[in-house]
Nanobody, 123 residues
Framework: VQLVESGGGLVQAGGSLRLSCAAS????????MGWFRQAPGKEREFVAA????????YYANSVKGRFTISRDNAKNTEYLQMNSLKPEDTAVYYC?????????????????WGQGTQVTVSS
């Protein structure tokens, strides 16, 4: 599975961005998907995850109520809608896939990673 993120950029605090992650392959719905982020000097951290069917979602407490994860299995694409952005959301955002339909928040369980897309939120 190859994953390609897009949609990052520079936005003012309070603004919105939508990230996309396009996946190769014909069995996209067999993979649970996730979003992680890594700020300079920090560990890569969990942001959100979604099951293969899209029914189950998980969020980090820091983004709950502001970010929404979704997927379109017909388009082999995962999304992260980010609203009410804060300067502390600034990071490189990575999409990831796990060979399971069950969503997980555990970074080590993911099998495939994208190259990342930069999100910068100015104050």
């Amino acid at each position: 599975v190859q994953l390609v993120e897009s949609g990052g950029g520079l936005v003012q605090a309070g603004g919105s961005l939508r990230l996309s992650c396009a996946a190769s392959g014909r069995t996209f719905s067999s993979y649970a998907m996730g979003w992680f982020r890594q700020a300079p000097g920090k560990e890569r951290e969990f942001v959100a995850a979604i099951s293969g069917s899209g029914v189950t979602t998980y969020y980090a407490n820091s983004v709950k109520g502001r970010f929404t994860i979704s997927r379109d299995n017909a388009k082999n694409t995962e999304y992260l809608q980010m609203n009410s952005l804060k300067p502390e959301d600034t990071a490189v955002y990575y999409c990831a896939a796990v060979r399971s339909r069950y969503a997980t928040m555990i970074k080590e369980e993911y099998d495939y990673w994208g190259q990342g897309t930069q999100v910068t939120v100015s104050s």
